[in-house]
């Protein structure tokens, strides 16, 4: 029987890097979109639709997100679509709450945590 592979542990620059992106009203209203619609994602158009954005700030914004790791692209005909990079987010959860609890002996780190899986 294979054993799943679990991801590493979020780096602090890989946080950092996350977390700047995220800290953008734009772009954090853009990936909250694209996790209400993943896996699938959503064509840049209709993000920028959606949002009321403009073409070339919404691909800056994209372009932000995706250096941070945070969605993913892919072509489709025409179409460029975005989609959230859901472990990327589990991954820093756990970067969050790694010591959960820890000071007072408990053990309540959520169940994505590095903490929780060892």
Known sequence: MESATLPSP???PDAIKAFAAL???????IFRLLVEHAP???????????????AAT???HLKE???AGLVTSRQAGRFVYYAPVLGTV???V?????????????????????????
């Not at 800290?23 to 209203?29: D, G, H, P």
């Not at 699938?40 to 403009?54: C, D, K, M, Q, R």
């Not at 010591?99 to 060892?118: E, L, Q, Y």
């Open 94 to 118: 756990g970067f969050l709450t790694d010591n959960c609890c820890v000071a007072s002996g408990n053990d309540c780190a959520p169940k994505g945590s590095p903490r929780a899986r060892r």
């Open 10 to 12: 979020l780096t602090t």
């Open 23 to 29: 800290a953008q009203e734009s772009r954090l209203a």
């Open 65 to 67: 997100l995706l250096h």
């Open 90 to 92: 589990d991954r820093l």
């Open 40 to 54: 699938e994602g959503l064509a840049a158009g209709a993000i920028g639709e959606a949002l009321g954005v403009p």
């Open 58 to 60: 919404l691909s800056f």
